[in-house]
């Protein structure tokens, strides 16, 4: 089977590029999901990005703020930075239609740059079957995040924190005291389209609300007229209510979706946790590089452990010859008869201490159990 992820080069030649779950760990590996929401400049965002998990970026999120791991995007190239194609730091995730694109500013094609990879997209995704290792293909939603999450799936995240996610267009501080004047209110929860229509009922056009300051509408330097404001708002709705409805196939896999934006529309659904909280959580398990001690490390001889640990063995599994009884080495060890179909007799499992057993332990030797060895 082809691997889902794969890089393409000018010539239209394909290589394979296995990257399935090779992010997982021996704990649910995290990962933050960054959106361009105006959220994101006041959470703690320098602390984020140094903290020691990786960072995935959609569309121009993070601009100026954090530099990302991992990226994609749903929208033509062309509205996308030079940096991140050409930054081999940067792994990027890319539509394999937008192969051929040229990246901004230069005569390069996006399949030339570095850490650059293409996949396939799926239409028609249902909600069970959201996320699975069975799926060819990456989902196609028509949106960037739900696209991030199903891509972070695959490469073996189990956590996302969700930071800059609003999900909602709201109308800027003037143009609600303009259309309260008019006998028109925002409330939480209302849609931009619901509020605009109340507006213009009242005699209020959308022209007149953007001659007023608009947004902000995302945590960098860009706005849009109104009209266009709540297109993308009930785009937010939507995807808000897809996500609400994929939750059981988010835990069937075990995927933890945690938003740390506040006032999200997402933090009905999901659970909410304030962003240094999170951070802390994050640095007591996995570390905390910016002070983590140096001295002295050089010159240490003996195996670093928690006090609490119990006694660990690394045991092979264990091997049946093809007549179906378990294998000793050099035949000295009396076997026992194969157990019935479906039985299993601990008494009769027959296994030994043997040299790859001691090179496996992950302790000494000599720490071991005393019940188990006398």
Known sequence: MSSLFYRLHPDRSRDDAPLENVFAGPMPSACWLIGGGPSLNRLPHA??????????????????????????????????HRSIYLDAGVMKFVHRRRATDLVPETTFKICECPNTFFFDRDGDRGFADFLSPHNGAIVDWADSMVQAIDILYRLGFRVIYLAGCEMQVQPSAAQRRHARAAGVSFTPGKQLQEFLSECEEAGLSADELDALEPGPHYHFDEVKPIRAAATTD?????????????????????MQLISVTPHSRLNDYFPYRPARRVLRSISQNIGDPTCEPVRGLYRQTEIRHSQRLRPMRDFLPHHWSPEGRPQSPGGKVKLPPNPPPGEIHIEAEGFTRRPLDEKLNCLPADYLDPDEDG
């Open 234 to 254: 009930s785009h937010y709705f939507r995807v808000a209510q897809y996500l609400r409805l994929v939750r059981r196939s988010l835990s069937v896999v075990g």
């Open 47 to 80: 602390e984020i990005a140094a903290s020691p998990i990786p960072k995935m970026c959609l569309n121009l999120a993070g601009t100026r703020l954090l530099r990302p791991n991992f990226w994609t995007s749903y929208d033509p190239s062309v509205r996308f």
